[in-house]
Every structure is written in C-alpha cells, then in structure tokens.
C-alpha cells in the first residue's frame, strides 16, 4: 500500500519536521509492502531548507501563509497515495505505525478516517478523539477548566472518547488533524479540505463530510504518536483567535441558527466571552513571566 504523508511547515520549524519525517520513513522502511511519499508545504515566507529534510522529500513553496487547509489541499493534489496522512511537523510515529494501519485500511474498505493515540512528550494522553461538536463540547473543550478539572466525569469520557479498556479500534464523530489517515477515494467521495477554515476544526469538518458519504472514522489507540502540542505555533494569542474564529464558521455550517437566528447570537456571544477569557490568561502569564525575568521574557507566547 502507498501512503503519502503531507506536512505543512510554518515559522520555522523544520528541525521539527525533519525529526517527523525521519519518523515516518523509518518506520515506513521497516514495514514490507509499504511505500511512502512525502510532501511539505512550505507556508514560511523566509527561505526553504529542504537539505535539511530525508532525501526523497517534495517540498512546496507556497511563499506565505496561506493556511493549514489550503496547504494541506496543495499537498494532497500533488499526492498519489491510497492513503494520505496528514501529520503535524511536531510529531513522530512510534513504530508499527503503518503496519497497523496497513491492515487496517487494506482490510475494511468501510474505513474513510483513522487517528492514532496521540500523547503529550511526557506521555499524557490527548484528547484527540470526540464527538459530533455540541453545546456540551462548549463547555468542554479539550483544554477547557472543567475538563482539566473533572477528567475522568462521564460527560468528559463520553465527549472524548480516548480512554479506551483496550487497544482495539472504536468508531467516533471525528479525530484529530494532529494526525490523521484518509482514504483517496473517500476524499474523491467528500472533496478536500475546506479553505474558509484557515486554521483549526477543518477536521471535525472533513471528518463529518466523510461520514455523510458512508464511511467510518475509527480511533486506533493501539498505534501511538507524540505530539508536541503547539511546538509549531509561534503565537498563541493568534492561534486562539484562529480557534475561535473556525470555531463559528463550523458552527455557521453545520449548526442550527435557531429561531431569528437565537442560537448562532449565543454562539458568537460565547465564542467571544471565551476568546477574551483565553488573551487575558495569556497576557496575565506573560506578565507574571516578565516580571520573573526582570522585565524580559524568553520567547514569544
């Protein structure tokens, strides 16, 4: 089987991606009957590197930022695998990676989607497999304080449906773009990524679009990938405004609006509330980070 990983680098980070890509293709050596391609899109606007990737990486300049999913959509036209794997730069697969999902796509045609366990570098499992976004996931998001606080409630567990007694595979709403397998031909069946989502819940999306068309989504917890989440985001103020913002537009397509529009007035209203609530932790962190420092901070946020 042929997999094509796609992989979009932004703000430097291809120390990161190099270490992915070395990753998968190790493990893709180490598999019989596995053949890999890789593509990287470039969405930096500084000068490529690509010496300083695996040989046999494709690279893609795209000389600015055009988005994850317009990137990914780049890397995907310019694939040819039956299935692609789309990965974040601040990842590496364990081994048995494609092994597993070798089988497990050759052996179900009903699979359109697959995710891994994904784990935090200190081993913390991640909550990258969920449930159709709701109200209830409002108040729950991944790093939400309730959920920080109550991680092991029965609404948590139920939204995220991770904490798996077993390694076998369970059929979930959607799965993390962190990294994520689709079929070629369900996405012939649910078209590419969806453009107007810049950054963030364009899996939820492509996961939906994918269901609607027959096929199954399955989180495979037997298969492990470490995710240094945000090691690839240079700003965090931004990124959560992005957040947010994808946040409503999933919302404004897939939601009801409720009666004269009710419901999307309660969404924005929250989203907002929320997104103030996030900067102003940022902003409380960096300054307690500076006055630590003496008035200097080591980084950007």
């Known amino acids: 089987m042929k997999f094509s990983a796609v992989l979009v680098n932004y703000a430097g980070s291809w120390d990161m991606l190099s270490a992915c890509l070395k990753s998968l293709e190790r493990d893709a050596a180490a598999t019989p009957g596995v053949e890999l391609e890789a593509i990287v899109v470039d969405n930096d606007d500084r000068p490529a590197r690509p010496q300083e ?14 988005g994850f999913a317009r990137a990914v959509n780049r890397g995907i036209v310019a694939s040819t695998g039956e299935v692609i794997v789309l990965v974040n730069p601040d990842s590496l697969v364990k081994p048995g990676f494609f092994r597993y999902f070798g089988e497990l796509f050759s052996g179900d ?7 891994p366990r994904i784990l935090d570098a200190d081993g913390t499992v991640q909550l990258s497999a969920r449930r159709e976004i709701s109200l209830v996931s409002g108040l729950l998001g991944r790093t939400s304080l309730l959920t920080r606080l109550f991680p092991k409630s029965r609404l948590v567990r139920k939204q995220f449906p991770t904490d798996r007694p077993d390694d076998s595979p369970s059929e979930v709403d959607w799965v993390s773009g962190a990294c994520l397998l689709v079929r070629r031909e369900a996405l012939k069946a649910a078209g590419l990524l969806d453009e107007r989502f810049f950054m963030y819940f364009e899996d939820a999306d492509l996961c939906r679009r994918v269901r609607a068309r027959g096929y199954r989504v399955l989180y495979a917890p037997a298969v492990r990938v470490v995710h240094d989440a945000g090691g690839s985001t240079p700003s965090k103020p931004l990124a959560t405004l992005r957040l947010h913002r994808s946040a409503f537009l999933y919302h ?5 609006s409720g009666p004269l529009g009710l419901a999307t007035v309660l969404v924005a209203l929250g989203l907002l509330a929320r997104t103030a609530a996030k900067l102003a932790a940022y902003a409380l962190s960096r300054l307690r980070k500076e006055n630590r420092n003496g008035g200097r901070t080591s980084g950007p946020d």
């Open 53 to 66: 990737l695996p040989a046999g990486a494709v690279v893609i300049g795209a000389g600015r930022n055009l």
């Open 252 to 256: 404004r397509k897939h939601g009801s």
């Open 109 to 115: 045609a009903s699979v359109g989607i697959a995710g």
